[in-house]
C-alpha cells in the first residue's frame, strides 16, 4: 500500500455554517493486490471526520501493520475488524 499526501488550494471557497474552507488536504491511496492496483482518496473534513493527523496516524497504521498484528497493507483486514471504526475519510479511501 503507498500513501502520497496532497492539498489543493479551492479556487472558490466553500462557505459552510462553521466557517469557509479554502483548502482541501488528504491522501491518495494505492493497494495492489494480485497485480491489480486500486487507487482511492481520504480528505478528512475535520468537524465531520477525523483530523487530517488521525487519518495520516490511521493510514500510517495500515501501511506499517498495526499493533494486533493485521498485515502492513492489508486494508481489507482493518476494514473488516474494525480498525478504521474511528476514521471515516481513511476506511473511505480503502473501502473498493
Known amino acids: 500500500m503507498r500513501v502520497r ?14 466557517g469557509d474552507i479554502e483548502r482541501r488536504e ?8 494480485a497485480g491489480e492496483t486500486g487507487v482511492g482518496e481520504a480528505t478528512p473534513l475535520p468537524g465531520w471526520t477525523e483530523s487530517l493527523e488521525d487519518c495520516r496516524d490511521a493510514l500510517a497504521g495500515l501501511t506499517e501493520g498495526d499493533a494486533e498484528g493485521a498485515a502492513a497493507g492489508d486494508p481489507k483486514s482493518a476494514l473488516e475488524d474494525g480498525a ?10 480503502v473501502s473498493l
Open 26 to 33: 488528504g491522501f491518495l491511496v494505492a493497494v495492489d493486490v
Open 5 to 18: 499526501e496532497f492539498a489543493v488550494d479551492l479556487r472558490t471557497p466553500l462557505s459552510t455554517a462553521a
Open 84 to 93: 478504521l471504526a474511528d476514521a471515516p475519510a481513511a476506511r473511505h479511501a
